[in-house]
């Protein structure tokens, strides 16, 4: 194609300057379907590949990068493919050609807004029902106690504000390490802002539900991130402390805890990895 | 001097013990019972940030406005245990939970580290 290359620097050097520099209609349909083929391969089989790699589970801070990276990049991709297909399909109309990218980045950037006001909005009564229903701790600053005898410990993410909630049945039940181990575990979810990751791929699984680039990363994402307010515990706690803090709590059998939600790859692997 | 949840919790506690609606004066009243003197002004900036919240109703026919809790505490409770223990999809947004049940097989791989260590 080197006549292609020539018209190009023709019209390069024709127009005296970058900014008016014409691009092939060939090089833009060649770019639409590189950047389709990399938005495909990111919303579908990547996904899929790194759901079912092993190595995650040794190097969750590595894989929680990626899948943000995957995230970020497929957006994009997919943005930018609609773009250059727009003004593939309509080189006469530079002011139509954009229109699907700029409506699919809408859509995008709704479902984030939508996502951030609902979460926000059970966040808020969900804080109410704690201040109506539960003491703060005697002791510890932004924790307060659940009067119930379900084992629960859980945080409440809101940036500096930010609750832990312990029940009374899991203060009765943990002894004071068990308990060290809990606390450092919700405290790092706190630190590392947990929340805002997890905020970002539940937004992106509902504006693309049928995508596995949405749906595995959202349950991967999830995964990693108790991993690694696991290993913020591990460095407080010997293995064998938090294993049975998880014990105490997750297998408690207590009448009103819910079934069994582990058993996928990934929340077993959290187990694993304690077991050596 | 207590915080405005503190006052709050007071105040919904002495609604769900009452039978029945309970006058602005009468809630001052159990407060004060339990040693806990509260201004008027104060008490019904309480009982008007509880509506608002949904947790308290208010009968302004009648004078003075009497006011009742919404809900019983238990049903707040398990309103509250629901969103920590229920539909998976919503919590993980709403709140990080240490742990959810344990299925079997990885209650086996806890319990041999366990034994391992002794």
């Known amino acids: 194609m080197p006549g292609l290359l020539i018209s190009v620097d023709h019209a390069l050097a024709d127009s005296g300057m970058a900014g008016a520099l014409v691009i092939p209609h060939a090089v833009v349909i060649v770019a639409a379907v590189v950047f389709g083929v990399i938005a495909v391969a990111l919303a579908w089989p990547v996904p899929v590949i790194l759901s079912r790699a092993t190595w995650p589970m040794r190097a969750p801070v590595m894989a929680l990068l990626l899948w943000q990276v995957i995230g970020l990049a497929g957006g994009l991709s997919m943005i930018g493919a609609l773009a250059l297909a727009g003004y593939a399909a309509l080189p006469q109309h530079p002011w139509l050609a954009p229109i699907p990218a700029v409506l699919f980045t809408v859509y995008l950037l709704t479902h984030l807004a939508i996502t951030v006001v609902q979460v926000t909005r059970l966040r808020h009564r969900h804080l109410a029902l704690l201040e109506m229903l539960t003491s703060p701790h005697p002791t510890r600053a932004r924790t307060r106690v659940l009067e119930d005898a379900v084992p629960v410990a859980y945080c409440l993410p809101r940036g500096a504000r930010s609750v832990t909630v312990l029940s009374q049945g899991l203060l009765d039940r943990l002894d004071a390490d068990e308990l060290v181990a809990v606390i450092a575990h919700e405290r790092a979810h706190v630190e590392q802002r947990h929340d805002l990751l997890l905020l970002a791929f539940r937004a992106w699984r509902s504006a693309l539900p049928w995508f596995p680039i949405a749906a595995r990363a959202e349950v991967e994402v999830a995964a990693l991130v108790e991993m690694l307010a696991d290993d913020h515990a591990r460095r407080e706690v010997h293995d064998e402390v938090l294993a049975r803090a998880i014990l105490q709590v997750g297998a408690s059998g207590v009448p009103g805890a819910d079934q069994p939600v582990s058993g996928s790859m990934r929340v077993s692997d959290r187990f694993r990895r304690l077991a050596g | ?118």
């Not at chain 2, 002495?14 to 003197?37: I, K, N």
């Open chain 2, 1 to 118: 001097m207590s915080t405005l949840g503190e006052l709050e919790r007071a105040v919904m506690d002495a609604l769900w013990d009452a039978d029945g609606s309970l006058s602005a004066y009468d809630v001052q009243h159990t407060l004060e019972a339990e040693g806990r003197t509260l201004a008027a002004t104060t008490l019904l900036t309480v009982l008007s940030r509880l509506e608002k919240k949904g947790f308290v109703a208010s009968d302004r026919s009648s004078r003075p406005h009497r006011y009742t809790a919404v809900a019983s505490r238990a049903d707040h409770v398990a309103e509250l245990m629901h969103s920590v223990l229920g539909d998976a999809g919503d919590r993980t947004a709403v709140l990080e939970r240490f742990v959810g049940g344990v299925s079997a097989e990885d209650a086996a791989v806890l319990r041999r580290l366990l034994g391992g260590a002794g």
